[in-house]
């Protein structure tokens, strides 16, 4: 089973967290959902995470990281970032860092406002 999946369409609004019911007490967290139509189809679209337990709001977020980005993504751009700073490398760029950062801020608030409104600590 795919852990991460971009643009699911539904014609009805997904729930957030979805249980499913396994021993590992997995659940599906789904989010990014935005109106959009297919095919005349009013509906959803929506992106989908299968997140492992434990599920708190920090979890969701680092399982999240994981699955987007990957594991080196975020050191690499930081060593880029780093040999800009210091003019190691002069054809390193400070910026793509830069807007990682305010990504991830911007999905961190997301994630902590769904597991607020959702009952996940």
Do not use: W
């Not at 139509?37 to 990281?65: R, W």
């Amino acid at each position: 089973m795919e852990k991460f999946k971009k643009d699911l369409f539904s014609e009805v609004m997904p729930e957030t967290f979805v249980p499913l019911h396994d021993k590992q007490q997995t659940v599906v967290y789904n989010h990014n959902v935005r109106p959009h139509t297919h095919d005349g189809v009013e509906g959803y679209l929506y992106d989908s995470l299968i997140c492992l337990y434990p599920l708190t709001a920090n979890s969701v977020f680092k399982q999240l990281m994981s699955a987007k980005y990957g594991l080196d993504y975020e050191q690499k751009l930081q060593n880029d970032y780093t040999s800009a700073v210091e003019g190691i490398d002069e054809s390193a760029s400070k910026q793509p860092y830069i807007d990682f950062l305010s990504q991830r801020k911007v999905l961190k608030s997301s994630v902590d406002n769904d597991c607020l409104n959702n009952g996940v600590v």
